[in-house]
């Protein structure tokens, strides 16, 4: 099975002797071994088979190989949250005196980590605010372990050409080249088969897709998932077995809603994009985006997020979002229902005022996660939203 769709639903955990056509849930800590022997066999790595929860279990399991088998990754791990995810990343990697290069325009919390956690421990981190490749060689050093970046970034929306980074990675092979890929998710945009080695992913976002659970996601290279398990083995930043199954089952309509917030975004960005009150609109398949070309080269569609300038402010972006009648307010993304961010004051806010400009987040940017209802709906709400706070 070669597309997407029939591959998600077709990967399962082995079905049990009792024939179950859904995979059920596997709420234990523990696994039974059969003898004292084949305990000392798989602590030993001698047998496969599942130990404790904590490590692996058959939930866990089905949730990763299909993500797996959407990026065409050698293997991979869950974790209990999306930054679980984005921490291992580094942490597992990096030491006193080592050296990262990251892209500036990431999440608030990712660069939170890079500018304030890790230097602790003596790891320091170059930003790279082009997406000139030169810019991005120049910044490695003879130190450096890892190369980061989110393309499209949380919340600018700004891409990195994959294809030259890729071949970036060719001249310095131990470098690991690392991408926050939630906004496109796997669907929309492959950043392995460029040769990146990790794919990382919050699964709270849209492999879940309606707000209910948390986790997170790495999958990539096998060599380098061996030394992530012995990280989390030993720190423990597990995904929960109910949480695996809800968002395997996600997964199952992962490119069906990906298609659909695409398209309702599209169009509520062409709209917002003619309306006198608002000053930008970015979205990356809008022929204005200053990297269109790039985006229709390295993603299947556009994605479910607009970000949009309001004029009059961050005053006046407060009294939009409080005039939204269907659309929610919240810090989280890739639901199915229409959700408006204030990024400034929420997921960005302890980012100082320069920092939040070089990232294009201005006082009266909102981000949109666009989501499933009638995109004549979600739009007739922000249409509204504006006239009202005129």
């Not at 994959?162 to 470098?175: A, Q, S």
Request: proline share 4%; with cysteine.
């Amino acid at each position: 099975m070669k597309k997407d769709q029939s591959r998600i639903i077709r990967e399962q955990a082995p079905r049990s002797n009792t024939r179950e056509h859904s995979v059920p849930l596997y709420l234990t800590s523990s696994f039974i071994f059969d003898s004292a022997e084949q305990g000392r066999a798989i602590f030993a790595d001698e047998e496969e088979g599942m130990v404790y929860s904590r490590y692996a279990n058959p939930n866990t399991a089905e949730f990763i190989n299909r993500v797996c088998a959407l990026e065409s990754a050698e293997a991979g791990l869950s974790f209990s949250s999306g930054m679980a995810a984005v921490f291992a990343a580094f942490a597992a990697f990096v030491q006193n005196g080592d050296h990262i290069v990251s892209s500036r325009a990431i999440f608030g919390s990712t660069h939170q980590l890079l500018t304030q956690l890790l230097p602790r421990w003596g790891v320091t981190t170059t930003y790279v605010n082009s997406a000139d490749i030169s810019d991005w060689e120049n910044s490695i050093q003879e130190n450096t372990k890892i190369l980061f970046l989110e393309s499209p970034s949380n919340p600018g929306l700004e891409l990195y050409d994959l294809e030259k980074l890729g071949k970036l990675k060719e001249k310095y092979p131990n470098v690991i080249f690392a991408i926050d890929n939630c906004f496109a998710t796997p669907y929309l945009q492959k950043p392995l088969q460029y040769g990146f080695d990790l794919s990382i992913h919050s699964a709270t976002k849209y492999m879940d897709g309606q707000g209910r659970v948390l986790g997170g996601v790495i999958v990539g290279n096998k060599n380098l998932m061996d030394k992530l398990m012995f990280f989390i083995r030993h720190t423990g930043p597990a995904m929960s077995p109910f949480n695996a199954w809800v968002l395997s089952k996600s997964l199952e309509t992962l490119g069906l809603r990906m298609d659909r917030h695409s398209s309702n975004a599209l169009a509520i960005a062409e709209a917002l994009e003619k309306h006198t009150e608002i000053l930008e609109v970015r979205y990356p398949f809008l022929p204005s985006h200053p990297q269109h070309e790039l985006a229709k080269k390295q993603m299947k569609a556009g994605g479910g997020i607009i970000t949009f300038e309001v004029s009059g402010g961050q005053e006046r972006a407060f009294r939009l979002i409080d005039a939204l009648e269907m659309i929610l307010y919240t810090s989280n993304l890739g639901d199915s229902r229409t959700i408006a961010t204030h990024p400034g004051s929420t997921t960005h806010s302890k980012l100082t005022n320069e920092e939040r400009i070089n990232l294009g987040i201005k006082p009266g940017t909102i981000r949109l996660s666009v989501g499933l209802e009638d995109r004549d709906d979600i739009l007739s709400d922000i249409l509204q939203a504006i006239e009202k706070t005129k």
